[in-house]
């Protein structure tokens, strides 16, 4: 059986995005939430401002489970499908990364390879980020800009501590 995980989607997106939208979107696709963060300014690249605008921000949803390892791939093509829908003269308006943290790990969905990713499926690869070391998530070398500075560090914690509650459940 796959081990069970804590999914989650960090949403990169404007100001001008409702986020209540995003996350009944996402929830008719995914489940409920049971977990949305602060909203961080995205100001570690501008690669998303042609299409996207500027002012950009990220912020986690996390959604209540069970769920398992091998969602990875069918919830990665969901996401992109729904970042499709939701285009506007064909630019995105949200930009979705989803992937799922377990105790000691931090994986995310790709359609880009790269050295450091596994090849799933469908034309998925598997993005490990991070690793649970000395209380926190340890992003790696490759990992998102955001990921490494700590600004979702309060985020992870909270839900990892989430996912330990369910499996006592």
Not at 31 to 46: E, I, K, L, M, N
Not at 51 to 73: C, K, N, S, W
Request: net charge negative; glycine share 8%; charged share 25%.
């Amino acid at each position: 059986m796959p081990p069970r995980v804590k999914l989650f989607i960090a949403v990169l997106c404007s100001a001008s995005v409702d986020q209540s939208y995003v996350a009944t979107l996402l929830s008719e696709v995914f489940g409920s939430t049971d977990y949305q963060g602060a909203p961080h300014p995205f100001d570690v690249t501008t690669y998303y401002q042609d299409e996207m605008g500027q002012g950009l921000f990220r912020y986690i949803l996390g959604f209540r489970g069970p769920h398992t390892a091998d969602i990875l791939v069918g919830a990665k093509l969901a996401c992109v499908e729904l970042e499709k829908g939701s285009s506007i003269d064909g630019k995105r308006t949200i930009n979705l990364d989803v992937g799922y943290l377990d105790h000691n790990k931090i994986v995310l969905a790709s359609t880009k390879a790269a050295g450091q990713k596994l090849y799933m499926d469908a034309g998925i690869y598997a993005d490990f980020c991070a690793r649970y070391a000395h209380g926190r998530y340890n992003p790696f070398e490759w990992s998102f800009p955001d990921f490494k500075d700590g600004r979702y560090d309060e985020d992870f914690a909270t839900l990892r501590t989430m996912l330990r509650r369910s499996h006592n459940e």
